[in-house]
């Protein structure tokens, strides 16, 4: 297939304070087997030199698109760049993660080969302690069987970064800007009710850090935040619960629900 037929994908970059981490990530992009990308970085306010590294990324390549906006949190860079992008299908990539080379071309294959509207991907978990490769399966889901995939514990994870979405399937969906942790859930479970399939790869080509100085992490150092952060896994959990009922979606779902909550509590 040559280069030309195939579909426009956009790549969202949300960044903050990155300066040690940016260059990797941007990196792995650019280098992706799979050309036909748009790269939009979408910085949260950096106060570091997070801004003149992605600003000299953008010159050596014209696939990467560079915005700035008042620290505003992930959600609402996210939401930037989904309101600028023009790609078939969209990808959220972490500023502080990165991906391997055949990243994207795995995920477009898999949603071209099987007409899915969503494709996935396992994660490799790196920290201090080492790494740890999240085994995967093959498998297509129905709207059903993906729905509670990705709200059960032994599922695929309601994430945003492991995921290739077709644009149509998105639509006017957005990331709730007044949740700080469990946004993306909330965003998936909307996402995932307008599919018919959803495909599951076996490769684990996204490599995600754990950074013991990000947002998610902090809040577990400091009691008054580790209450916001709950807080904010409680609300997103009753939104998604509400949105289940409303949906009419069966009794195994919402008990998967309310046991996510008890868990958290």
Do not use: W
Not at 53 to 63: G, L, N, S, V, Y
Not at 85 to 98: N, T
Not at 208 to 216: H, L, R, V
């Amino acid at each position: 297939m040559e280069e030309k037929q195939l579909s426009l994908i956009s790549v969202i970059v949300p960044v903050y304070n990155l300066e040690d981490k940016v260059h990797r990530c941007l990196n792995s992009l650019i280098e992706q087997i799979y050309t036909n990308i748009e790269i939009i970085v979408i910085d949260d306010g950096s106060m570091d030199g997070t801004g003149e590294i992605c600003k000299e990324f953008m010159r050596r390549d014209k696939r990467i698109s560079y915005i700035f906006q008042e620290n505003q949190g992930v959600s609402a860079a996210r939401n930037r760049g989904l309101d600028r992008c023009k790609g078939e299908y969209i990808l959220f990539v972490d500023g502080d993660d990165f991906v391997e080379k055949e990243h994207i071309q795995k995920l477009y294959k898999a949603v071209a080969d099987n007409s899915a509207d969503i494709s996935i991907c396992g994660f490799i978990l790196k920290s201090k302690s080492g790494k740890n490769n999240a085994s995967k399966k093959e498998r297509m889901y129905s709207n059903f069987e993906c729905i509670r995939e990705l709200i059960s514990y032994d599922g695929f994870g309601g994430y945003a970064c492991n995921k290739l979405y077709s644009r149509e399937c998105i639509g006017d969906t957005r990331f709730s800007v007044d949740l700080c942790v469990a946004e993306d859930l909330e965003f998936n479970l909307k996402v995932f009710m307008n599919v018919k399939r959803v495909y599951e790869t076996k490769h684990n080509t996204y490599h995600y850090i754990i950074n013991e100085s990000s947002a998610t992490n902090s809040l577990n150092r400091d009691v008054k935040k580790a209450m916001i952060k709950l807080n904010s896994y409680l609300e997103a959990g009753i939104r998604c619960k509400r949105i289940c009922v409303e949906r009419g979606y069966d009794k195994e779902i919402i008990e998967l629900l309310e046991d996510k909550n008890l868990c958290i509590m």
